[in-house]
């Protein structure tokens, strides 16, 4: 491909005049990203194509690499940007090694775009899983390049090439990349071993200028919100010293912007410098904005104290012991997430160990519908591959005083998920739930509120499948093919060791007794159904329990009429309790007492959520009374005693209750009626000793001899 054939030029044009985008090469390790790369750039940085003695050595890429070419500004992008001549693509070179992820991820974090390369004749392989994620996670465009098809005949090349088409678009199917470009394309005819040894103009290609072109056509709109008076944040990858000038550290603007002699701060170093001096691509300027690759010269600062890190506004990155962040699990991660899993952490170029606690999945859920109005723009918030926009998070405040189900862990799914039946829905139906999470980092870190996180398994590691094809027939990756277990945005600053019991997180409970006893009927009178306001239970407490704790815990019957508990009732844990509304319950139903245990509540209370109805009176009603089986039926011998005022005697003497042997002295006491008369008495002693018992009646009886006489169970 000539050089000049793209819009470039000899010369190339000033900072000022020319739109930066980012673009992150990534692809599984030997899938010829470099040669692409070299192929490509006009300019290198100093840090381009395996400048390192150690990437040299062992035939791989070892760290980022950054280089660029310009085009022409394409027409759908300066109408957007009348000011600016020329396009200037800036290439992020990746690693592709398993073994490099925390550089990987360092570099997806900086990008407008992706080019994907994939070897077209070894197919999807392990790493490519990952730079999918990594892709959707921090991009909102991608191009395939499917590298290396000189290796087919010519013969069959183009039937080839479709064929590794098909097999791309399987894997991008379930993604937000299904209807990607793929071009293909030899970045080197010949190999890499042939590339080592040409320059950049004799490098026999293929298919190259298709590829720059669907580039330059399909390329959205880079994304450049800077808010007025945004923060600066500048992302380092590279830092080196050069005699009589300084200190010179390369990198990209995240948000905001600098000018020279502009004062930043090192956070991690706890210094503040002055701008010297900046160039983009050894182009020397004076501004460099949130978008643009630059090189930033300060004085007196030792570059052995930085590699990576951030050069920020003074006083605008804070130091987070630990945050809640809004996460989601990554679907093409195949391990549980358990509580208090101890993960990877990577934000930007920082990646530390940190525990992870989960809930709110459920809650999370049935906001869905309210979020799309809840979302707000973050000023000065990044809008390159560190924003958490990009990876489908929204901008939520995190409520301390909200309630939340307990979880084990990171959840897989919901169930009775809502969105699961609804086509229409707005939202992803396969996309994980929501949830929050508190990470409590093992090593703090400087970064700014609401930057994308990436949770990650690093030491998941499968050897045997590093630089092999893991293509399932079902066309998802296996599970070491992906050790990116999470996304999240962070949302608040916390501290671990304080904040952690502030979280309410509960587990309903219940307890279940039963209606042992039914308190008097009254007709309700709203609607005249014949109701019990007063019950009483039993079989909810053990019979040493002490009930009064107990008493105004509420209860729910099967029809769902609520109630409290009022006093007990004797003695064995049984209880009396108050309906407001009514209840039609009926003896032997359940009664239930749902209750929340919360987690670190100091108290170690049952709460309930449950509330009393408004009160429904309603009029008591004469209870029918049963008619009571007799114990024993005798007759009246004769009557005794003295006579009443009423003229009736006052003792009756009645045969037929008892045989000769019982002990009727035991029986004294017990209720005897008179049923033709209705007369009641009470055994008060024996009268001789063939079973006769003497009954005392406090009214007078007026029974005759031989009328029949009841003796009445005990009550």
Known sequence: MSKDDSGNSSAPPSAEEVLNVNVGILGHVDSGKTSLVKTLSTLLSTAALDKSKQSRQRGMTLDLGFSCFFLEMPQHLQELYPEKKKLQMTLVDCPGHASLIRTIIGGAQIIDMVLLVVDAFKGWQAQTTECLVLAELTSPHLVVALNKVDMFSENEREKKVQDAKKMVQRRLKNSKFRDAPMIGVSACIGGEKVAAGMDLATNPTHNIEKLVETLKNSLPAPK?????????????????????????????????????????????????RKVKSMQMFKRKTMKISQGDRAGICVSSLDSNLLERGVAATPGAVQLLKGAIALVRKIPYYQHSI????????????????????????????????????????????????G??????????????????????????????????????????????????????????????????????????????????????????????????????????????????????????????????????????????????????GSDLFKKETILKPFLGMKLITPQGD???????????????????????????????????????????KMRQTLVLPAARPGSRMESKKKKVKPEAVGQVEKLKGDVLENGKYNTAIIAGFFTPEVNVRERIGRKVVIPSTKEEGTISGAFGKAGKCKVAFPDGVSAEAGTKAELRPPE
């Open 562 to 604: 609520i109630g409290e508990i009022k006093s007990a009732f004797g003695t064995g844990g049984k209880f009396r309790a108050f309906f407001p509304g009514g209840t039609e319950a009926r003896e032997g139903d359940a009664l239930v007492m749902p209750f929340l245990r919360f987690a670190h509540d100091p108290e170690k």
């Open 338 to 385: 358990g509580d208090k899993s101890k993960v990877h952490i990577s934000v930007g170029h920082t990646t530390v160990m940190a525990t992870v606690t989960f809930w709110g999945a459920k809650e999370l859920r049935e906001q869905q519908e309210k979020r799309s109005s809840q979302q707000e723009s973050i000023d000065g918030h990044s809008a390159l591959g």
């Open 224 to 272: 450049r919100a800077i808010a007025k008076g945004a923060p600066f944040y500048f992302s380092i990858d590279h830092c080196f010293p050069i005699k009589g000038m300084g200190t010179v550290m390369t990198g990209t603007v995240l948000s905001g912007s600098v000018s020279v002699n502009d004062m930043i701060e090192f956070p991690t170093l706890g210094l503040e």
């Open 387 to 536: 924003d958490a926009d990009l990876a489908g998070l929204p901008y939520l405040k995190y409520d301390w005083d909200q309630d939340f189900i307990h979880q084990d862990g990171m959840l897989e799914t919901l169930s009775s998920d809502p969105m699961s039946s609804d086509p229409s829905t707005k939202l992803n139906r396969k996309e994980a739930p929501l949830h929050w999470a508190m990470l409590d980092f093992q090593t703090p870190i400087y970064c700014p509120l609401h930057s994308l996180v990436i949770g990650s398994r690093l030491d998941l590691n499968d050897k045997s499948n590093n630089n092999k094809s893991v293509i399932s027939s079902a066309g998802e990756g296996t599970a070491s093919s992906c050790r990116l277990a999470f996304c999240g945005r962070l949302i608040e600053k916390v501290e671990p060791a304080k904040d952690y019991t502030r979280i309410r997180s509960y587990t309903p409970k219940e307890r279940t007794g039963v209606i042992s006893r039914l308190g008097d009927p009254h007709k309700r009178q709203d609607d005249g159904k014949t109701v019990r306001y007063e019950i009483f």
